[in-house]
């Protein structure tokens, strides 16, 4: 089992920034790609970012790309996001998660492929 625990969420005004962090117990020696999904109220939970075990391979969502970036430290096991230029539509709770794999170039997209999940933080941005 791993948990997994956010931190660094908040309200924060629009064009402002954010950094995410997930920190990850347990069995943390197993292999695991990590990777951020978000919820708005009334919507399903979408796919926002995740990197390989290597750190190398990052991948994100189209409405990501040029404003947040994923990172990891194996050492500290613990994964970021730093979400910049954030605007209204981006308030939602975030969810950290992670996924065992195999290869370590993998990085997730898709939610059910998540194998376990943190208990989400709330990111607010106002107008």
């Known amino acids: 089992q791993v948990q997994l625990v956010e931190s660094g969420g908040g309200l924060v005004q629009a064009g402002g920034s954010l950094r995410l962090s997930c920190d990850a117990s347990?069995?943390?020696?197993?292999?695991?790609?990590m990777g951020w999904f978000r919820q708005a109220p009334g919507k399903e939970r979408e796919f926002i970012a995740s990197i390989a075990r290597n750190g190398l391979t990052t991948r994100y969502a189209d409405s990501a790309k040029g404003r947040f970036t994923i990172s990891r430290d194996n050492a500290k096991n613990t994964v970021y996001l730093q979400m910049n230029s954030l605007e209204p539509p981006d308030t939602a709770v975030y969810y950290c998660?992670?996924?065992?794999?195999?290869?370590?170039?993998?990085?997730?997209?898709?939610?059910?492929?998540?194998?376990?999940w943190g208990q989400g933080i709330q990111v607010t941005v106002s107008s």
């Open positions: 347990g069995r943390t020696r197993s292999n695991y790609a």
């Open positions: 998660a992670a996924k065992t794999t195999i290869g370590s170039a993998y990085a997730p997209v898709d939610l059910r492929e998540i194998n376990y």
